[in-house]
C-alpha cells in the first residue's frame, strides 16, 4: 500500500465518509476550488493504486473504496512514529505536550484508559 498525496487523502476521506458516490457527489465536500475533470483523474488514479473501485452505470461510475480507513491509517501512523519518532510512543506524547495540542486531563484519561484495559 502506497503513500497517497494529500488531494488523494482528502478524496479518500470522502469516499469512507459517504462509502459510495459519484465524483460529482465527492467534489462539493472537498476543500477550496476542484475542477470535476480534476476529481476524476485523481479517482481514477486512486483507482489504479488499488484504493477505491466502481460500479457502472451506463457511462458513470459510482466509486467505493475497497481499502479500510482503518488498515491505511494503522500502516501510515505506525510508519510516521517509526520514522519521526524513534519508534517511541512516549515520544509521540512528549511531541504532542510540548505543542501544546494535548492537556494534562486529556493525559490523565489516556493513563486511566491504560490501566483499566491492564485490569
Known amino acids: ?6 488531494k488523494e487523502e482528502e478524496i479518500m476521506q470522502v469516499l469512507w465518509k459517504l ?4 465524483v460529482k457527489e465527492v467534489v462539493p465536500h472537498l476543500s477550496g476550488t476542484n475542477h470535476y475533470n480534476t476529481v476524476s483523474t485523481i479517482v481514477r488514479k486512486l483507482e489504479d493504486k488499488g484504493f477505491v473501485s466502481h ?3 451506463g457511462k458513470t461510475h459510482r466509486y467505493f473504496p475497497i481499502v479500510q480507513k482503518e488498515d491505511y491509517r494503522n ?3 505506525t510508519t510516521a512514529i517509526t520514522d519521526y519518532f524513534n519508534n517511541s510512543y512516549k515520544n509521540v506524547v512528549s511531541f504532542f505536550a510540548d505543542e501544546k495540542k494535548i492537556s494534562a486531563n486529556e493525559l490523565r484519561e489516556i493513563l486511566n484508559m491504560i490501566e483499566s484495559k491492564d485490569k
Open 19 to 22: 462509502e459510495k458516490a459519484f
Open 55 to 57: 460500479e457502472a452505470f
Open 75 to 77: 500502516k501510515y501512523v
Open 1 to 6: 500500500m502506497e503513500k497517497l498525496t494529500a
